[in-house]
């Protein structure tokens, strides 16, 4: 054949061969593969395949973005119990809490009876200046009525929230005006402190509170030790109970404060991640002051990494409850769409090498989440007996005192959570949130002569002159709880501590507030009295074996059990970036 022939027929020899191609493959595809789809060739391809078909092929119309946006958490969920899906909507709010500040307009506040009253306003904040006060209700957001059984705190910080430089218009009730007031406030910056009190406890100990470990978290502490060394502070307690914990990188800074040069703070490691370990510098301000650390269940994630450095590093003693248990570290991902993951990448180990990640069962995030449930009815946190520990789990700090991985921090000295005073009448009326109402309404009703008052300890004097506990029995009564004057007398110290410190909270604050429930907390009084004692620094423990008890090999064990080391309890109540919490 010619050059010329060839030419001319190529187009349909090509045609011919690609029609053969189509035919043999789906004769093939028939014959061998069923319905499988040639991509599908790993469980990723599976997963895009699935979606593709659904909506391609489902017999209704899906959404398929919320489909996937329902999926996204079940999936993570699959993992381990720190694995979470953010949606976009819900990712600002979620980094404010740890980022030191969020845009809004600047007020604290609660909903009764279906309204938002203003508790505080931020001082210097937008709604202070526009003078919106402590006592107003919002009724009117943007011209829009914003009171009913709908609304909710989520629903309120929504519209309160929003970017810094835009504008909110509020219509205010207060009191004294019988006019509706507008306001229009331009949102700005709200502070986000994460160290919410700092004081002395007496002329020579000072008290920290940390709530969360964010990203001005150290730089607050600085400020907070600055403030109490002035004060001539000999020795500090941390409280870091109901801490759930937060960025790595604030934890480790605020440990290498109290830790001499070359001391191990905690390492890193996982499938993908190499050990990266944590050391301290030498740098901190606080290595020869004594120390006590506070935990409890709820005390999570960083506080557990600062709890575990001072106790492996024998550098402070801890007191309280068994910490929550998460040695799971978690590395931000954003989607473009604004959504973002929290992936676990590592594990974290405290300095004597014990993970104190509790256990969990992938896919059941609910019985994990429900362990404290477990821990109480096994009666944990009344008795230090009750806490079982894996002695195959036992480590040792750098004295030789004995600690524990596998379920949280176990403190040094053990205080039971308090139950004296607690009667079916107080739990009623807690339950029903009429402790927090009386208060509010107390507050709402007498602001103006309370506002005479500048401190706890003056406002604490007048309350008690008030006869607020009888004004709260007949409330009570109002709201259907019959008055139980026997179970009123039994938990009397409980209810007045309540209804006190609740007025002086919505009043006074957060650190004021504090000031006074830490003059009756038995975790507080106990910390104080190991300062005043000289007993911070823990001492290496008696090494004192025995032979009555034996194995089969006439190994010696030791005396103590998993929890020899705890005192008799008071008899009364990411790698930088990372997050952990």
């Given at each position: 054949?010619?050059?010329?022939?060839?030419?001319?027929?190529?187009?349909?020899?090509?045609?011919?061969?690609?029609?053969?191609?189509?035919?043999?493959?789906?004769?093939?595809?028939k014959?061998?593969?069923?319905?499988?789809?040639?991509?599908?060739?790993?469980?990723?391809?599976?997963?895009?395949?699935?979606?593709?078909?659904?909506?391609?092929?489902?017999?209704?119309?899906?959404?398929?973005?919320?489909?996937?946006?329902?999926?996204?958490?079940?999936?993570?969920?699959?993992?381990?119990?720190?694995?979470?899906?953010?949606?976009?909507?819900?990712?600002?709010?979620?980094?404010?809490?740890?980022?030191?500040?969020?845009?809004?307009?600047?007020?604290q506040?609660?909903?009764?009876?279906?309204?938002?009253?203003?508790?505080?306003?931020?001082?210097?904040?937008?709604?202070?200046?526009v003078?919106v006060?402590?006592?107003?209700?919002?009724?009117?957001?943007?011209?829009?009525?914003?009171?009913?059984?709908?609304?909710?705190?989520?629903?309120?910080?929504?519209?309160?929230?929003?970017?810094?430089?835009?504008?909110?218009?509020?219509?205010?009730?207060?009191a004294?005006?019988?006019?509706?007031?507008?306001?229009?406030?331009v949102?700005?910056?709200?502070?986000?402190?994460?160290?919410?009190?700092?004081?002395?406890?007496?002329?020579?100990?000072?008290?920290?509170?940390?709530?969360?470990?964010?990203?001005?978290?150290?730089?607050?502490?600085?400020?907070?030790?600055?403030?109490?060394?002035?004060?001539?502070?000999?020795?500090?307690?941390?409280?870091?109970?109901?801490?759930?914990?937060?960025?790595?990188?604030?934890?480790?800074?605020?440990?290498?404060?109290?830790?001499?040069?070359?001391?191990?703070?905690?390492?890193?490691?996982?499938?993908?991640?190499?050990?990266?370990?944590?050391?301290?510098?030498?740098?901190?301000?606080?290595?020869?002051?004594?120390?006590?650390?506070?935990?409890?269940?709820?005390?999570?994630?960083?506080?557990?990494?600062?709890?575990?450095?001072?106790?492996?590093?024998?550098?402070?003693?801890?007191?309280?409850?068994?910490?929550?248990?998460?040695?799971?570290?978690?590395?931000?991902?954003?989607?473009?769409?604004?959504?973002?993951?929290?992936?676990?990448?590592?594990?974290?180990?405290?300095?004597?090498?014990?993970?104190?990640?509790?256990?969990?069962?992938?896919?059941?995030?609910?019985?994990?989440?429900?362990?404290?449930?477990?821990?109480?009815?096994?009666?944990?946190f009344?008795?230090k007996?009750?806490?079982?520990?894996?002695?195959?789990?036992?480590?040792?700090?750098?004295?030789?005192?004995?600690?524990y991985?596998?379920?949280?921090?176990?403190?040094?000295?053990?205080?039971?959570?308090?139950?004296?005073?607690?009667?079916?009448?107080?739990?009623?009326?807690?339950?029903?949130?009429?402790?927090?109402?009386?208060s509010?309404?107390?507050?709402?009703?007498?602001?103006?002569?309370?506002?005479?008052?500048?401190?706890?300890?003056?406002?604490?004097?007048?309350?008690?002159?008030?006869?607020?506990?009888?004004?709260?029995?007949?409330?009570?009564?109002?709201?259907?709880?019959?008055?139980?004057n026997?179970?009123?007398?039994?938990?009397r110290q409980?209810?007045?501590?309540?209804?006190?410190?609740?007025i002086?909270?919505?009043?006074?604050?957060?650190?004021e507030?504090?000031?006074?429930?830490?003059?009756?907390?038995?975790?507080?009084?106990?910390?104080?009295?190991?300062?005043?004692?000289?007993e911070a620094?823990?001492?290496?423990?008696?090494?004192?074996?025995?032979?009555?008890?034996?194995?089969?090999?006439g190994?010696?064990?030791?005396?103590?059990?998993?929890?020899?080391?705890?005192?008799?309890?008071?008899?009364?109540?990411?790698?930088?970036?990372?997050?952990?919490?």
């Open positions: 054949m010619s050059n010329s022939n060839a030419s001319r027929f190529m187009p349909l020899i090509i045609a011919v061969c690609v029609v053969a191609g189509i035919l043999i493959g789906t004769f093939y595809a014959h061998y593969g069923g319905n499988k789809l040639g991509i599908i060739n790993g469980s990723s391809n599976k997963l895009n395949a699935l979606l593709r078909i659904i909506d391609d092929q489902y017999v209704d119309t899906v959404n398929m973005t919320d489909l996937v946006e329902k999926a996204m958490p079940q999936i993570l969920a699959e993992l381990d119990p720190h694995s979470v899906y953010i949606p976009a909507q819900n990712l600002e709010e979620v980094n404010s809490e740890l980022e030191g500040s969020f845009s809004g307009v600047g007020i506040f609660t909903i009764q009876q279906d309204t938002i009253h203003v508790n505080n306003v931020v001082a210097g904040g937008p709604a202070e200046k003078g006060m402590a006592g107003d209700r919002i009724v009117m957001v943007d011209d829009s009525l914003f009171v009913g059984k709908g609304l909710t705190n989520e629903k309120a910080m929504r519209h309160l929230k929003g970017p810094k430089g835009s504008e909110v218009k509020l219509g205010i009730k207060r004294t005006e019988k006019e509706l007031l507008d306001f229009t406030i949102r700005g910056d709200i502070p986000q402190n994460t160290i919410d009190a700092a004081y002395m406890l007496n002329d020579n100990f000072g008290y920290i509170m940390v709530s969360k470990f964010g990203r001005t978290t150290h730089v607050e502490l600085l400020n907070a030790i600055a403030q109490l060394n002035h004060q001539q502070c000999k020795g500090l307690i941390i409280d870091l109970r109901g801490n759930t914990g937060g960025y790595m990188e604030a934890a480790t800074r605020m440990v290498n404060e109290f830790l001499p040069e070359g001391k191990l703070i905690v390492y890193t490691k996982g499938r993908k991640y190499p050990r990266m370990e944590e050391y301290a510098n030498g740098t901190g301000s606080c290595q020869q002051t004594p120390l006590v650390v506070l935990v409890n269940e709820e005390s999570a994630s960083a506080s557990e990494i600062f709890a575990g450095a001072i106790q492996d590093n024998d550098r402070g003693t801890i007191v309280g409850r068994r910490s929550f248990g998460k040695g799971l570290v978690q590395q931000p991902i954003d989607f473009s769409d604004g959504s973002a993951i929290r992936l676990t990448i590592a594990r974290y180990y405290t300095p004597s090498g014990r993970c104190i990640q509790r256990p969990y069962e992938s896919g059941q995030n609910s019985k994990y989440e429900m362990d404290w449930i477990t821990r109480y009815e096994h009666g944990e009344f008795y007996d009750s806490i079982k520990l894996d002695e195959n789990l036992r480590y040792s700090t750098s004295l030789g005192r004995p600690v991985g596998g379920g949280g921090i176990m403190p040094d000295i053990f205080v039971p959570q308090d139950t004296t005073g607690v009667t079916s009448y107080l739990i009623e009326v807690s339950n029903k949130g009429l402790i927090l109402q009386f509010f309404q107390y507050t709402d009703r007498n602001r103006a002569k309370l506002n005479e008052y500048k401190d706890e300890e003056s406002l604490l004097e007048y309350l008690k002159k008030q006869g607020i506990m009888e004004q709260f029995i007949r409330y009570a009564s109002s709201k259907g709880v019959k008055r139980r026997l179970l009123i007398s039994k938990s409980l209810l007045e501590r309540n209804l006190y410190g609740n002086i909270y919505n009043m006074l604050g957060q650190e507030y504090i000031r006074y429930i830490n003059q009756s907390d038995a975790t507080v009084q106990k910390a104080l009295d190991i300062l005043e004692k000289g620094f823990p001492k290496a423990p008696d090494d004192e074996l025995t032979t009555e008890e034996t194995d089969g090999n190994k010696e064990k030791r005396i103590a059990q998993a929890n020899s080391f705890l005192e008799e309890p008071a008899q009364i109540f990411r790698l930088a970036e990372c997050t952990i919490g």
